[in-house]
Antibody, heavy 124, light 107 residues
Framework: EVQLLESGGGLVQPGGSLRLSCAASGFTFSSYAMSWVRQAPGKGLEWVSAISGSGGSTYYADSVKGRFTISRDNSKNTLYLQMNSLRAEDTAVYYC?????????????????WGRGTLVTVSS | SYELTQPPSVSVSPGQTARITCSGDALPKQYAYWYQQKPGQAPVLVIYKDSERPSGIPERFSGSSSGTTVTLTISGVQAEDEADYYCQSADSSGPVVFGGGTKLTVL
């Protein structure tokens, strides 16, 4: 079955760290760019970060640049998001998403498969 | 930073046609994509590359583009179409940008 399953969310204090994981199955993971998208409670979708299929190129939203690091282990079919220096405004459901096509430039990315999301709450 | 502008809400009666717009300066040069999100669920892709429909998406969903505005059209709206809809595109400032979302209410 083609699916994405996120894990690693939870409650963390401001300034703390958390690592999210996304386990992929049912497709050739290494062929596709992957992304993290978040949604604060009651708010819209916000793109966070993306990584090419090989892992050689990474991209970040300005709001997380320098604090978050995206990575992937193609041997384990797993995507990661290391989140440091967390702030209250990082509180959100974090979704991982698969790019819709294997060989497109970043400006042509769209997402045809999403996980169910994992909730990150930053609060003291 | 680049912005995509959507109306906050659209309301239609069952069986009517709903049109949700998304405006952005780079849309004449970049494709647009549309997602449907129901409460408590992950987004689902309903339109890609302005007007292509993924397999499994009903034919009543269609997309079009004209200048700096793209439009998601839902013909013969059904109660199950009530959801939030987000457009997505890109420009030189970043590979992925989402619109603010439009809540579709089926009266």
């Amino acid at each position: 079955e083609v699916q994405l399953l996120e894990s690693g969310g939870g409650l963390v204090q401001p300034g703390g760290s958390l690592r999210l994981s996304c386990a992929a199955s049912g497709f050739t993971f290494s062929s596709y760019a992957m992304s993290w998208v978040r949604q604060a409670p009651g708010k819209g979708l916000e793109w966070v970060s993306a990584i090419s299929g090989s892992g050689g190129s990474t991209y970040y939203a300005d709001s997380v640049k320098g604090r978050f690091t995206i990575s992937r282990d193609n041997s384990k079919n797993t995507l990661y998001l290391q989140m440091n220096s967390l702030r209250a405004e990082d509180t959100a459901v974090y979704y991982c998403a698969k790019a819709g096509e294997a060989t497109v430039t970043p400006t042509n990315w769209y997402f045809d498969l999403w996980g169910r999301g994992t909730l990150v709450t930053v609060s003291s | 930073s680049y912005e995509l502008t959507q109306p906050p809400s659209v309301s239609v009666s069952p069986g009517q046609t709903a049109r949700i717009t998304c405006s952005g300066d780079a849309l004449p040069k970049q494709y647009a994509y549309w997602y449907q999100q129901k409460p408590g669920q992950a987004p689902v892709l309903v339109i890609y590359k302005d007007s292509e429909r993924p397999s499994g998406i009903p034919e009543r969903f269609s997309g079009s583009s004209s200048g700096t505005t793209v439009t998601l059209t839902i013909s013969g709206v059904q109660a199950e179409d009530e959801a939030d809809y987000y457009c997505q595109s890109a420009d030189s400032s970043g590979p992925v940008v989402f619109g603010g979302g439009t809540k579709l209410t089926v009266l």
